[in-house]
Each structure stands twice: as C-alpha cells, then as structure tokens.
C-alpha cells in the first residue's frame, strides 16, 4: 500500500524567521490531517526551527541535499550523518537545479543516495526531461538512463526506503504543469522500470511524486492518476494555506494503491 506523500521543496527561500511562522501557520491546519504523509524540505540554515516547530507533529522534515561521505575537510558542504544528527528524516536528490546549476550527475545521485540510506535518511531522488527531450520523442529514454544510473543499482532492499520525484525540468516553477495524462505516462513507465528491475510486488511499494507547478487547483486531478503517489510542492508549498489544500487532496484519494 502507498500512502500518500506530499513533501513541499522550498529551494532557497526563507530565513529562520519565516519558517517559524510558516510552521506557527501550518501546524494548526495539518494537525487533523490522517491517511497521508506530509514533509518539509526548507535550506539547510532553517532545519532547526523546522524540526523543533514538527516536533510531535506528523510533518517530517527534510534537507534539499547532502554530501556522500560521514564528514571530512570538505568546505561548505553538510553530510547524512549531520543531517540524520538534527532529526531530518529525508533528503532531496538529484533535484533538476542541481543537475543544470551545479553539474550534478548520475554517478553523483547513485553516491549521494546511498550515503542517505547508510545515516537513515529517506532519499527522495529526482528525475526528469528537459523541453527538447520532451518535444524530441526521448522522455522515456532520459527517465531510463536517469533510473539506471543513479538508482537501479542500490540494494534490492533499499527500494523500500526510497522515494521517486518526477519532475519534467519544463514544468518546474513555470507554471505549465503535465497535464494529468502526460505525468501518469511517464510515472507508469517509471512503474515499470521498477517493476522490471525488483519486480512487481516491491515495485507497487514505492512511491513516484510528481512535481512541476503543483497547485491547489491542480493537485487533484494529478492525484487522482494510480501511479501519482503525491507530490514534490515547489513554490505553493511557501504558503500554509496554499500547501495545506494540496495536502487535503490528497487525503481525499484511497490509500489502497499499490496492493498486490
Ligand atoms: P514548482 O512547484 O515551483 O514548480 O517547483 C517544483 C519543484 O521543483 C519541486 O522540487
């Protein structure tokens, strides 16, 4: 069985400050919320205030990126062990800004994926096509060489503790979402080469998030697609009451997906 998962990315927003307030504001409105589940991913200088606001509340909270390894001389940079230390329970990998800003790449995801799962982190890894691999016929192949590179090889066990963000690099804070039909396309092809590659049965147990201008208005009808699990919330996870109504339509949905 999935449960849904809605996890808001807040990218290089909000001081300390804000993320006080936001969690002041939000915690109210998730507090009654059941049957799915809700994380946070605010920059590494929030996390603190994030993780002692959740506390005792359902919401967990996750870092946008981490380096492979324990700890090291490696300026600037925060590793799993640091992270899973302040109580994160997730770590975005992988995410499409890193690709292009940073040079990040599938033997990098594949390391930094399992340096996650070795300090108990859930890593949420990212993929995605560019515009011209959409347009070009090539979605499909770029979600295969992304899966074979920077996840197929982890542990067959490590499959359970791994979630899949779908994210078309073209949809990311645009505006222009995937229509319903296109994101269930390219969430059933990543089904299948999970099916393919662990088989069926623990392939139905993990979860594909869809991310790309999620919104209230939108959400549903993204949601309501059998292998959407929830979503990976950019800009409309800033906002408590915008975030909240995602997450209420998500709790509309039959958790019952997914058994086999
Ligand atoms: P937007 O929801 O702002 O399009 O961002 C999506 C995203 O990149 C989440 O990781």
């Given at each position: 069985m999935?449960?849904?998962?809605?996890a808001?990315?807040?990218?290089?927003?909000?001081?300390?400050?804000?993320t006080?307030a936001?969690f002041?504001a939000?915690?109210?409105?998730?507090?009654?919320a059941?049957?799915?589940?809700?994380?946070?991913?605010?920059?590494?200088i929030d996390?603190?205030?994030?993780?002692?606001?959740?506390?005792?509340?359902?919401v967990?909270i996750g870092a946008?990126n981490?380096?492979?390894g324990k700890?090291?001389?490696?300026?600037g940079?925060?590793?799993?062990?640091?992270?899973?230390?302040?109580?994160?329970?997730?770590?975005?990998?992988?995410?499409?800004?890193?690709?292009?800003?940073?040079?990040?790449?599938?033997?990098?995801?594949?390391?930094?994926?399992r340096?996650?799962?070795?300090?108990?982190l859930?890593?949420?890894v990212?993929?995605?096509?560019l515009?011209?691999?959409?347009e070009s016929?090539?979605?499909?192949?770029?979600?295969?060489?992304?899966?074979?590179?920077?996840?197929a090889?982890?542990?067959?066990?490590?499959?359970?503790?791994?979630?899949?963000?779908?994210?078309?690099?073209?949809?990311?804070?645009?505006g222009k979402?995937?229509?319903p039909?296109m994101?269930?396309?390219?969430?059933?092809a990543i089904?299948?080469?999970?099916?393919?590659?662990?088989?069926?049965?623990?392939?139905?147990?993990?979860?594909?998030l869809?991310g790309?201008?999620?919104?209230?208005?939108?959400?549903?009808?993204?949601l309501?697609?059998?292998?959407?699990d929830?979503?990976?919330?950019?800009?409309?996870?800033?906002?408590?009451?915008?975030?909240?109504?995602i997450?209420q339509?998500?709790q509309?949905?039959?958790?019952?997906?997914?058994?086999?």
């Open positions: 999935r449960t849904p998962f809605l808001g990315n807040w990218k290089m927003y909000k001081t300390p400050k804000d006080q936001f002041d939000f915690l109210p409105l998730v507090a009654g059941t049957g799915r589940d809700a994380a946070i991913c605010p920059p590494y996390l603190h205030v994030a993780i002692a606001a959740a506390a005792g509340s359902k967990g946008q981490l380096a492979a700890e090291g001389a490696m300026t940079e925060i590793s799993g062990y640091m992270l899973k230390a302040i109580g994160c329970r997730y770590v975005i990998i992988g995410h499409s800004e890193r690709r292009q800003y940073f040079g990040e790449n599938e033997a990098g995801v594949l390391s930094k994926a340096a996650a799962l070795e300090y108990g859930a890593p949420i990212c993929v995605g096509e515009l011209a691999e959409r016929g090539s979605t499909e192949a770029v979600l295969a060489a992304q899966f074979d590179g920077g996840i090889p982890l542990a067959p066990e490590q499959f359970a503790k791994i979630v899949i963000a779908y994210e078309p690099v073209w949809a990311i804070g645009t979402t995937a229509t039909q994101a269930q396309e390219a969430h059933g089904r299948l080469l999970l099916n393919g590659h662990i088989g069926a049965a623990a392939g139905a147990k993990v979860r594909i869809y790309g201008s999620m919104k209230a208005d939108n959400a549903e009808a993204l309501a697609q059998p292998d959407i929830g979503g990976l919330v950019g800009g409309a996870s800033l906002e408590p009451r915008g975030f909240i109504k997450v339509a998500a509309k949905l039959a958790p019952q997906r997914g058994q086999s």
